[in-house]
């Protein structure tokens, strides 16, 4: 039976999460990440461990069938790769910073200036969106110093939290694009290794359905029973269930991560008790 190849990243920031979440879905991978290639036990899939930056081309020949890879990597080498899935983690920005002296007033402010990046072909589509000229100097890691030792402007980089730009003088002018990890499918993937990626897709949506659910469960006396209803929509409708004790019901359901705490409030207002608050592994809807 064949297997589908999957490219993760050897080491670096995706590589703990992009394997958690294979584990997730229940899939157990034989060996470590010193290994080139490893096999999956249970699923018919191989793991090759790979340079993030080395993904695309492996996906556009054909060489791996599918990857977890950063989005922006995709942008700026694989305009022809196929996203699958939005995996939720390792969020960041590709942005256009310069020196907090430097008074910026907008994208023309870029024309003839020297940018330092490790994504060229981001910044050149950038540039020409706006009708800007500017010279690129390409910089494999540290660009952030480039303005520092004179070598540039401005640079395009990657921004999370904003402490790399922050600690070198820098501020964010413009934000390119927005990442996150991704499954990414070669455009020359067969129709059998399709059937495969789809089946793990299925798997991966049903894991990141959960991660961004909780299941709860209350307990409401019946004269508030609706009113606490209408606050928990739930998958179809909430389970209502009578407790021992009479005048009482037991309330089940699932509700958005994000809005928790605003939830819990509004239930204990309209006389809930006893709120239990529970993990979901899985959802399948
Ligand atoms: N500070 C960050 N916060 C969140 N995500 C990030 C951050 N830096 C990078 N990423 C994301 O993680 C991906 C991998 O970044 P990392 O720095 O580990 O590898 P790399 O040096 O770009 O690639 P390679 O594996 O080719 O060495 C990036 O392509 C980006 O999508
Ligand atoms: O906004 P921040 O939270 O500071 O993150 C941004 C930094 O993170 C990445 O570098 P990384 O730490 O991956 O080092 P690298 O340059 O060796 O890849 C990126 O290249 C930025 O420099
Ligand atoms: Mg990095």
Redesign the pocket.
């Known amino acids: 039976m064949s297997k589908l190849k999957i490219a993760v990243?050897?080491?670096?920031?995706?590589?703990d999460d992009s394997m958690q979440i294979l584990k997730e879905v229940g899939i157990s991978i034989d060996n470590g990440k010193d290994q080139l290639k490893a096999a999956a036990r249970n699923f018919p899939l191989e793991v090759f461990y790979?340079?993030?930056?080395?993904?695309p081309q492996y996906l556009k020949d054909g060489v791996v069938d599918a990857a977890i890879?950063?989005?922006?990597?995709l942008v700026e080498k694989g305009k022809d790769i196929t996203v699958v899935e939005k995996l939720g983690?390792?969020?960041?920005k590709v942005s256009v910073a310069v020196p907090k002296a430097f008074k910026y007033k907008g994208v023309q402010d870029l024309e003839g200036k020297r940018i330092a990046t490790?994504y060229p072909n981001t910044v050149n589509e950038f540039l020409k969106q706006h009708n800007i000229e500017a010279n690129i100097h390409i910089i494999n890691?540290s660009v952030e110093i480039a303005p520092n030792i004179g070598l540039a402007d401005a640079i395009v980089d990657?921004?999370?939290?904003g402490s790399?730009l922050f600690k070198n003088n820098l501020k964010e002018v413009e934000v390119i694009l927005k990442?996150?990890?991704v499954l990414a499918a070669s455009p020359v993937i067969s129709d059998e290794k399709q059937n495969i990626l789809d089946r793990l897709q299925f798997r991966l949506q049903s894991v990141l359905k959960g991660r961004k659910s909780k299941y709860i469960l209350l307990n409401a006396p019946n004269d508030k029973l609706q009113e606490i209803i209408n606050v928990l929509p739930g998958m179809k409708s909430p389970t209502v269930l009578p407790l021992a004790e009479a005048g009482w019901s037991s309330v089940h359901s699932v509700i958005n991560k994000n809005e928790f705490w605003e939830i819990i409030d509004e239930l204990k207002a309209k006389g809930a008790q006893g709120i239990l608050v529970c993990p979901i592994d899985n959802m399948v809807i």
């Open positions: 990243q050897k080491s670096g920031r995706l590589h790979l340079r993030n930056g080395d993904i890879i950063g989005e922006n990597v983690f390792s969020s960041c490790s890691g990657i921004v999370s939290s790399t990442s996150e990890a």
